[in-house]
């Protein structure tokens, strides 16, 4: 419901409001920054199901922030919202990292965050769906309905409740017996202790730091100022269901692909790397043969052209606008598989799901106010940083998809960053049909 809301470009308000959504997404960024890079800490200290529900409310109070602004202007608010949800949003998906990328067995990875892509994604469509049929009519420009706030309300409250229904990492078991490796006696301080432990013991998560900050920078320009600077209200609404869909296809695609069975894994790490890079250059060139057409001068005017879906010459953005949204469910699914591949500790990857969401937002806190300036830096200056970002942070990972990703993590080291032993977590079904036992 966030991505729905913010891609329609200024969460759904006119251009000249815009500033008010900058504001807050960059103080949500920036308490973001800083809670969830330690947020791996909490999530495993107080647990998985509690952190998903403590985040899922900050989305609620997010959302009628704007319909709050949309009848009184009040920026105070919509600034403490963002705040109030980057603290929120750094635990719940801390938690959404560690279920993603530690419950699944080593060759189910792939699938697991293509699925979780998928419905992250369906969300976002189904608020999209409903922007647009609010909207459906308006082929002016204008800020979007009450009721659109509204029923984002209700579903981000809605499914802040659910999250109370999942079980406790410590009750799951896999299909063949074993369960999620974590702390049986996790505390505060083992939890804090853990978080410079993670560092210390895999300190070549570092390469990977750049793509963390890369991998959200680039939606304060695709949804700032290309949706919301190129197109109206309906057109905006439209794009914003094609760019969700093409997530959820990328998603389908990128995911199953690495977990191809046929092939040893760390080919397909190299593999996912080579294509990343190859899309960055083919996507990201055609965005720059759209960007070269308009600047900031041109887009100020309050009557200054926007598409319609009836215009000509709308297929082109439209398709570009497609291939934003495949490239960024294809670069969020890729980085969450090479975290994955490093380790198995349900503990280790909630705090590498920490760092990847805590870098993410310093980024996107950077954007968002450099977009937001009185000034701002001219739309190419931009688009600029978002592609160097993206191609130089491939480059800088190289190293740990060539030496850190092996085929597979065996137990024991995953055990080594927690109390539980190997009886703890190896099923009965994996024991008694060891070739050990066979050969007894």
Known sequence: MFNALNSLGGAGQLGKNANANDASNSALYASFAIVGFFAGTVTNALGIRFALLFGGLGYSVYVSSYLCYSNTHNVGYVVFAGSLLGCCAGVL??????????????????????????????????????????????????????????????????????????????????????????????????????????????????????????????????????????????????????????????????????????????????????????????????????????????????????????????????????????????????????????????????????FYKGIQSAGAAIIWRLDGLNNPPPYMNLFASCWVLLAGSLVIALPVMILKIKDTVPIEEDLKFSDETIEDVIGRKIIYDSPEQEKA
């Open 93 to 354: 998906w801390s938690a959404q990292g560690a279920i993603m990328m530690s419950y699944p067995p080593e060759k189910h990875k792939g699938r697991f965050i293509s699925c979780f892509w998928i419905i992250f994604n369906l969300g976002a469509v189904i608020g999209s769906l409903v922007e647009l049929g609010l909207n459906f009519h308006k082929s002016d420009n204008d800020t979007v309905s009450n009721s659109t706030y509204v029923g984002f309300l209700v579903l981000t409250f809605l499914g802040a409740c659910l999250s109370w229904l999942l079980v406790d990492a410590k009750h799951v078991v896999r299909r063949d017996g074993s369960r999620i490796i974590l702390m049986k006696h996790p505390t505060w301080k083992t939890e804090i202790v853990g978080l410079w432990e993670t560092l210390s013991s895999d300190p070549y998560i570092i390469f990977l730091f750049p793509m963390f900050f890369a991998s959200n920078w680039f939606y304060t320009y695709q949804w700032q100022d290309v949706n919301l600077v190129r197109f109206n209200t309906r057109t905006r609404a439209l794009n914003s269901t094609l760019y969700w869909l093409a997530q959820m296809l990328g998603a389908f695609i990128f995911g199953f692909a690495l977990d191809f069975p046929n092939i040893r894994r760390t080919t397909r790490a190299k593999a996912g790397w080579v294509a990343m890079f190859v899309l960055t250059f083919a996507i990201w060139g055609g965005g720059y043969v759209f960007q070269v057409k308009y600047t900031r001068q041109d887009t100020a005017p309050d009557d200054h052209f926007v598409y319609d879906w009836r215009s000509n010459g709308y297929v082109g953005p439209m398709f570009l606008y497609i291939f934003y949204g495949f490239y960024d469910a294809a670069w969020q699914t890729c980085v969450y598989w090479f975290m994955g591949a490093i380790s198995n500790n349900s503990r280790k990857l909630a705090n590498f799901a920490g």
